[in-house]
C-alpha cells in the first residue's frame, strides 16, 4: 500500500500560478501510474493529468491542455502538478492517486490509494 499526501494549494488570482506536490510512501514509487484529480462542490470528481511509469507518458484533460503540466522526481518519490494561467473554473479540492493496474486513464474508481486533497481557489 502506498499514502499519499499532498500540498501546494492556496488563494491564488486568476492568471496566476500554483505547483501542487504529491508525496508517497509506503510502497516503491516505480510501480504506481500517477494521476491529478479535482472536484468543485456539488461535481463530481473528474480527471485533470496522469502520468505513466516507467515512460512518464503523460495525458491531459482537455480543459486543462497547454496551462498544467505533471512530472515526477522518483529520487523523491514526488509527483508535481504546475497550474499556470489558472481561471476561476479551475477552483476544486485537488487530490493526487495512485494505481497499480488502470484499464482507465481518467475514472476515479480504477485507481489504488488517494490523498487527503489540498485547496485550490481563483479568484476573478
Known amino acids: 500500500q502506498v499514502q499519499l499526501v499532498e500540498s501546494g494549494g492556496g488563494t491564488v488570482q486568476a492568471g496566476g500560478s500554483l505547483r501542487l506536490s504529491c508525496a508517497a510512501s509506503?510502497?516503491?514509487?516505480?510501480?504506481?501510474?500517477m494521476g491529478w484529480f479535482r472536484q468543485a462542490p456539488g461535481k463530481e470528481r473528474e480527471f485533470v493529468a496522469v502520468i505513466r511509469r516507467s515512460t512518464d507518458l503523460t495525458i491531459y484533460a482537455d480543459s486543462v491542455k497547454g496551462r498544467f503540466t505533471i512530472s515526477r522526481d522518483s529520487a523523491k518519490n514526488t509527483v508535481y502538478l504546475q497550474m499556470n494561467s489558472l481561471k476561476p473554473e479551475d477552483t476544486a479540492v485537488y487530490y493526487c492517486a495512485a494505481g497499480l493496474v488502470l484499464r482507465s486513464w481518467v475514472l476515479p474508481s480504477e485507481y489504488d490509494a488517494w490523498g487527503q486533497g489540498t485547496q485550490v481557489t481563483v479568484s476573478s
Open positions: 509506503g510502497r516503491t514509487f516505480s510501480s504506481y501510474h
